[in-house]
């Protein structure tokens, strides 16, 4: 995808879940493209480590990492913080990407339907629930809280947060994945118009079916695109602005189905085919 790299040459950022994955690739692709300096923060201590040191090695000064629970609201402004000073008062772009993938069954199943089901899933509780909204909305929401100010202090900046194609198609065994990541397009986008005007702006961006650790032990589907074309495609579309940033053609075309009255048939179609294509054991099918 062509777009002015040149949008990227002196700024700093901030990426959260920076030390594996999409978050990783965001964060070399921005050090590719002439950022001045970029803070990884992650709650991974060793996986931080390895990446801080591999990059600072590479870029002598530009990078930091720093160690950061986005569930704690005071880690959170404790790292903007640190950040902020790393980056000599200028956070000109953040990226709320920590984040993880939640699958579950919803409820108990009643007898005599089986209470096993072959994907082994838990039945997630109110915990769950509160744990799931803790990462993947307050995380970021915490994130968009603590920058606003230094942003507006610096004239502007711009605040992309890494939402799911899932918003669009939520699937089955998902609800929690599916809600939480629905909640934080609602919140980028309603601020994306109070801070207009302050010259920050906000994209949603989906990454787009991705091969990361996010699968844990299974294979990522085998249409899976890399880390890094995921950054590239998140970062070309955010240099334009774009409202919301799809990073594959399939989120595209989920989110254009998705709440066409015309077209319910495609979105019912496909996703009452992946619910059964899980219920019988092919639990990363998309
Ligand atoms: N990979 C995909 O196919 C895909 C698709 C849609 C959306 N996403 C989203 O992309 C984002 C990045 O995911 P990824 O695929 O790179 O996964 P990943 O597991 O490779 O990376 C996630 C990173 O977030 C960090 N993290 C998790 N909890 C954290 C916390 N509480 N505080 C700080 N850091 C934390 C992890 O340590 C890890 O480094 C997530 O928000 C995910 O929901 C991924």
Redesign the pocket.
């Known amino acids: 995808m062509e777009f002015d790299k040149g949008y990227y040459k002196g700024k700093t950022a901030v990426v ?8 990783l690739a965001l964060i070399e692709e921005l050090l590719a493209y002439g950022a001045d300096k970029v803070v990884l ?4 201590a060793e ?1 931080l480590k390895k990446h801080t040191d591999r990059l600072s090695a590479e870029y002598p000064g530009k990078v930091k990492g720093i160690l ?4 704690k609201e005071n880690e959170v402004a404790d790292m903007i913080a640190e950040a902020a000073e790393f980056l000599g008062g200028r956070i000109d772009l953040l990226i709320n ?5 939640l699958m579950g069954r919803f409820a108990e199943s009643y007898s005599p339907v089986p209470k096993e089901d072959p994907l082994g899933l838990n039945v997630q509780t109110n915990k769950d629930w509160e744990k799931a909204f803790a ?2 909305f307050y ?1 970021a929401l915490y994130g968009c809280r603590e920058v606003i100010p230094i942003m507006q202090k610096n004239g502007g900046g711009q605040v992309i947060n ?5 918003a669009f198609y939520p699937m089955a065994y998902q609800t929690m994945y599916a809600a939480t ?1 629905s909640a934080l397009n609602g919140l980028t986008l309603s601020l994306r118009y109070e801070y207009w005007d302050d010259n920050i702006k906000f994209n949603s961006a ?5 091969a ?4 844990g032990d299974k294979a ?1 589907p085998p249409t ?1 695109q890399t ?1 890094q074309q995921s950054a590239r495609r998140i970062l070309a579309q955010a240099a334009k602005n774009r409202r919301i940033i799809f ?1 594959d053609d399939p989120d595209e075309a989920g989110a254009k189905n998705c709440f066409h009255p015309d077209h319910e048939d495609i979105p019912d179609t496909y996703l009452l085919e992946v619910a059964r294509a899980r219920r019988s054991g092919e639990s990363t099918r998309v």
């Open positions: 959260t879940g920076a030390a594996s994955g999409i978050g923060a992650d709650f991974n996986n950061c629970d986005v569930t990407n920590a984040g993880a993938g990462l993947n995380g890494v939402i799911s194609g899932i990541k989906t990454p787009g079916t991705t990361t650790a996010i699968w990522p899976a880390p990073g």
